[in-house]
C-alpha cells in the first residue's frame, strides 16, 4: 500500500533563517506531487505541484521554492523565513492528475 | 482567486441529525471532490463526483452536483460525535485542486 510521510511535525524557526521540509512517498512510482500552505481555519493554498522529477509549476509568487529530486520526493524550501510563513504545510500526492489525493500529516511551521 | 466557496462556514449539530453542507465553484470542472480535515491532520478523501453525475453516495454520506448552479452538496446522515470535522469541496481543474475555505462541523453528543 501507498503511505506519505512529512517530516519534521513542527518546526519553530527565526525570521530570516532557511527552511527545509521534506515530503516523501511509498509503495507508488511517477506520482503526482503538491505542496499546501493552510492557515489557520482556512481553505488549503496551493504552493507547488509537480507531475514529474524536475518538473515544478509554481501557483504563487512568494519566499519559498520546491525541487523534487527523485520520483517519490518533493522538498519544499526558502532561504530566509518571513513571519507570515507560519502555517500549517501539507504535502500531497495522486496517481494522475484527474483523481482523489492522499496527504500527509502536515508540517506546522511557526517563524518568530 | 478561483477558490469557491462554502456555505455554512460552521455547523453545529446534535448526535443522529442529518449535516448539510454546500460548496459554489467558479469553473468549469472535470469533478468535485469533498475531504475530512481532524484538527491539526492531513486531510482524507471522501468522495469524488464527475461532471456527468449528478448524485453520488458512499456509506452515510451523499453528494449531489449542479453543474447548471455551479455547485455542490455534502449530506452527512445520521450523525456521529466522530464526525466532528472540517469539510472541505474541491474543485478539479488541469493537474490540480482548488479548495474551498471549508464547513467547520460540531458534533454534540
Given amino acids: 500500500s501507498q503511505t506519505i510521510h512529512q517530516w519534521p511535525a513542527t518546526l519553530v524557526q527565526p525570521v530570516g533563517s532557511p527552511l527545509s521540509l521534506e515530503c516523501t512517498v511509498e509503495g507508488t512510482s511517477n506520482p503526482n506531487l503538491y505542496w499546501y500552505r493552510q492557515a489557520a481555519g482556512r481553505g488549503l493554498q496551493l504552493l507547488f505541484y509537480s507531475v514529474g522529477i524536475g518538473q515544478i509549476s509554481s501557483e504563487v509568487p512568494q519566499n519559498l521554492s520546491a525541487s523534487r529530486p527523485q520520483d517519490r520526493q518533493f522538498i519544499l524550501s526558502s532561504k530566509k523565513l518571513l513571519l507570515s510563513d507560519s502555517g500549517f504545510y501539507l504535502c500531497a500526492w495522486s496517481p494522475g492528475g484527474d483523481g482523489e489525493q492522499y496527504f500527509g500529516p502536515g508540517t506546522r511551521l511557526t517563524v518568530t | ?109
Avoid at chain 2, 482567486?1 to 446534535?14: H, K, N, T, V, Y
Avoid at chain 2, 448526535?15 to 475531504?35: D, F, H, P, R, V
Avoid at chain 2, 482524507?44 to 461532471?51: D, E, Q
Avoid at chain 2, 455534502?74 to 482548488?98: N, P
Fill in chain 2, 1 to 109: 482567486s478561483q477558490q469557491g466557496e462554502e456555505d455554512p462556514q460552521a455547523l453545529s449539530i446534535q448526535e443522529g441529525e442529518n449535516a448539510t453542507m454546500n460548496c459554489s465553484y467558479k469553473t468549469s470542472i472535470n469533478n468535485l471532490q469533498w475531504y475530512r480535515q481532524n484538527s491539526g491532520r492531513g486531510l482524507v478523501h471522501l468522495i469524488l463526483i464527475r461532471s456527468n453525475e449528478r448524485e453520488k453516495h458512499s456509506g452515510r454520506l451523499r453528494v449531489t452536483l449542479d453543474t447548471s448552479k455551479k455547485s455542490s452538496s455534502l449530506l452527512i446522515t445520521a450523525s456521529r460525535a466522530a464526525d466532528t470535522a472540517s469539510y472541505f469541496c474541491a474543485e478539479q481543474g488541469a493537474q490540480k485542486l482548488v479548495f474551498g475555505q471549508g464547513t467547520r462541523l460540531t458534533i454534540n453528543p
